[in-house]
T-cell receptor
Framework: KNEVEQSPQNLTAQEGEFITINCSYSVGISALHWLQQHPGGGIVSLFMLSSGKKKHGRLIATINIQEKHSSLHITASHPRDSAVYICAVSSYATDKLIFGTGTRLQVFP | DAGVIQSPRHEVTEMGQEVTLRCKPISGHNSLFWYRQTMMRGLELLIYFNNNVPIDDSGMPEDRFSAKMPNASFSTLKIQPSEPRDSAVYFC???????????????FGDGTRLSIL
C-alpha cells in the first residue's frame, strides 16, 4: 500500500464545475503539499499546509490531521486548470517528500 | 527572481555514455533535491542535500548514479554508464530550511528530459 494515496486518478469536468481531489496518507507528517504539473511542463507548488485551510484564488486546500486526509478544491474550473495535481507529504525532521501518484484533470469548455 | 535552473532541457544519448545533469538552486536556499519522474513510478526522490552535504541518498538506484554539490549554487547528477531504463524526466528542486520543523515549499526546475537509446 502506498504511503500517499490520491483519488480519483483521472477526472474530467465541464468548465465552471466545482472539483475536488482527495489525498490520504498513512505516515506522520510535518506538512502536506499540493503540486501542479502541466503537460510537458514543470512542477509548481500550489500549497503547503499543516493544519486547517488555505485559499489562493479559485483554489482551496484543506487538511484534517486526525483523519490523515487532505482535499484540493477548484471552484469555477477552467480549461487552463487542466493538469496533473500531485499530493506529497514531508516527514518530521526532514524535507523529504513522499509523493502520491497524481490526479490527471481535464476541464473541457 | 530566477528560479531553479536546470540544464540541459533535453538529452538524447546512446547507452553506455556518461550523462551529466546540472542544477543551479535559488540563491539563498540551503536544501537541494534531485527527483526522477517516470510513467511507471511517478516522482521519486533520488538524493537530497542540506548545506551542500548529502543527507539521504537512499533513493539513488545503483552505483551508476552519483550526485555532488561542490558549493551552494551548483549541483550535478551523473549517470555512468547510462542504460535505456534510466530514461525519465529528472527534476531538481530547492528550498530554504530553517530550524528543525519549519519546512518551506520546494521550488522545482523545469526538468531534464533524458532519453537513453
Amino acid at each position: 500500500k502506498n504511503e500517499v494515496e490520491q483519488s480519483p486518478q483521472n477526472l474530467t469536468a465541464q468548465e465552471g464545475e466545482f472539483i475536488t481531489i482527495n489525498c490520504s496518507y498513512s505516515v506522520g507528517i510535518s506538512a502536506l503539499h499540493w503540486l501542479q504539473q502541466h503537460p510537458g511542463g514543470g512542477i509548481v507548488s500550489l500549497f503547503m499546509l499543516s493544519s486547517g485551510k488555505k485559499k489562493h484564488g479559485r483554489l482551496i486546500a484543506t487538511i484534517n490531521i486526525q483523519e490523515k486526509h487532505s482535499s484540493l478544491h477548484i471552484t469555477a474550473s477552467h480549461p487552463r486548470d487542466s493538469a496533473v495535481y500531485i499530493c506529497a507529504v514531508s516527514s518530521y525532521a526532514t524535507d523529504k517528500l513522499i509523493f502520491g501518484t497524481g490526479t490527471r484533470l481535464q476541464v473541457f469548455p | 527572481d530566477a528560479g531553479v535552473i536546470q540544464s540541459p532541457r533535453h538529452e538524447v544519448t546512446e547507452m553506455g555514455q556518461e550523462v551529466t545533469l546540472r542544477c543551479k538552486p535559488i540563491s539563498g536556499h540551503n536544501s537541494l533535491f534531485w527527483y526522477r519522474q517516470t510513467m511507471m513510478r511517478g516522482l521519486e526522490l533520488l538524493i537530497y542535500f542540506n548545506n551542500n552535504v548529502p543527507i539521504d541518498d537512499s533513493g539513488m538506484p545503483e552505483d551508476r548514479f552519483s550526485a555532488k554539490m561542490p558549493n551552494a549554487s551548483f549541483s550535478t547528477l551523473k549517470i555512468q554508464p547510462s542504460e535505456p531504463r534510466d530514461s525519465a524526466v529528472y527534476f531538481c528542486a530547492s528550498s530554504l530550511r530553517v530550524g528543525q520543523e519549519d519546512n518551506q515549499p520546494q521550488h522545482f526546475g523545469d526538468g531534464t528530459r533524458l532519453s537513453i537509446l
